[in-house]
């Protein structure tokens, strides 16, 4: 099957690492698959290298008008059975033809941006109840959650990243945004004096975090490791995963955790409030309240047998529901059920 995926996009990011990682998975899978991107030769190069060409286009304001010729061009050339779209800007330019327009839709968006797209493929069915409480039709959207694997990173040394023996590293990947809570991550590190946090990310939020870390005199035990394309060298050597978002529409940090058999303690905002059961696959505390995060962390550290029931659980959650397999298998059908209704 020709699929076209297509993404604006901001240089780094949750969506824009998934869009990355489906491509090359339906690429992995026998299907051909190829993106358009804006420019960004580090995405490129990781999409070419796991097999995927790619077309690059300026996705710019209302005032692009490169954006949908070079979109026709790219239809007429590879003449893709299905276009997956990712968020509002790229849905927008969604071109015309007889191929399958669908949106993967992340987030709790204006509808406005996907009118030109035959059906929403959303990652949670918080997003499609929304979509349709927004007047969308019910049997034009479905549900399709995110998936994680581990990569074959070697693990992080500790040591050379200042961890002393018998700390506890507390992890957590993520953007540097006020919507991610590092703040409140930290503020709950502060009274747990053996736990080291690794952050992994860049954003708007980085210095004002670094200068956080420095007032909560934390700033020795917090590393600020920027972004990462071996996160998973940091998933192997921490004790704990975090997750301390005040808004999130999934999460697939939490699926991480499973997948690489750590702790994990995450927020109930809405993406992993839906799926993480509190007390048996993690630990779920309110989101944006440090005091709730800071007992969590300190009852995974010290409650016995804890930490290795929550992996127990989620390590089976994450092969039954969350595996590449599982939700490569579930784009291919959808796919294969809607190939020719764009004709």
Not at 186 to 201: K, S, T, Y
Request: glycine content about 10%; some cysteine; hydrophobic content about 45%.
């Amino acid at each position: 099957m020709r699929i076209l995926s297509i993404l604006a996009g901001a240089a780094n990011g949750g969506a824009e690492t998934f869009f990355v990682t489906l491509a090359k998975a339906l690429a992995e899978a026998g299907e051909e698959s190829r993106a358009v991107i804006r420019p960004n030769p580090p995405r490129r190069a990781d999409l070419e290298e796991g097999g995927v060409p790619v077309f690059e286009a300026p996705f710019g304001s209302w005032l692009d008008f490169r954006t949908k010729p070079a979109l026709r061009r790219v239809v007429a050339e590879f003449r893709p059975e299905v276009v997956l779209s990712y968020m509002s800007r790229a849905s927008s330019f969604m071109p015309d033809g007889d191929h399958a327009k669908v949106a993967r839709l992340g987030g709790f968006y204006d509808l406005k941006y996907f009118r030109n797209c035959d059906h929403l493929a959303c990652i949670t069915e918080g997003i499609r109840r929304h979509v349709i409480h927004h007047g969308w039709p019910a049997d034009r959207c479905s549900v399709i959650a995110n998936f994680a694997e581990r990569d074959d990173s070697p693990a992080a040394d500790r040591a050379a990243l200042g961890v002393p023996e018998g700390a506890t590293v507390v992890f957590t990947p993520s953007r540097l945004h006020k919507v991610k809570g590092f703040d409140v991550l930290m503020q709950a590190a502060v009274d747990l004096p053996n736990v080291h946090l690794w952050i992994a990310g860049s954003g708007p939020e980085e210095a004002a975090l670094k200068a956080l870390a420095g007032e909560l005199g934390i700033a020795d035990r917090v590393n600020f490791l920027g972004w990462r394309r071996d996160t998973g060298a940091f998933f192997r050597s921490c004790d704990i995963v975090a997750f301390p978002s005040r808004h999130e529409p999934f999460g697939t940090v939490t699926l991480e955790a499973w997948a690489y058999g750590k702790p994990l303690v995450t927020t109930d905002a809405d993406g992993p409030a839906e799926f993480v059961r509190d007390g048996e696959d993690g630990l779920v505390v309110p989101k944006g309240e440090a005091a709730p995060l800071r007992d969590a962390l300190r009852r995974v550290m010290e409650e016995p047998g804890l930490a290795d029931r929550l992996v127990a659980s989620g390590t089976a959650r994450h092969a039954a529901d969350f595996t590449q397999a599982a939700c490569v298998a579930n784009y291919r059908a959808l796919f294969q059920r809607l190939r020719g209704v764009g004709a």
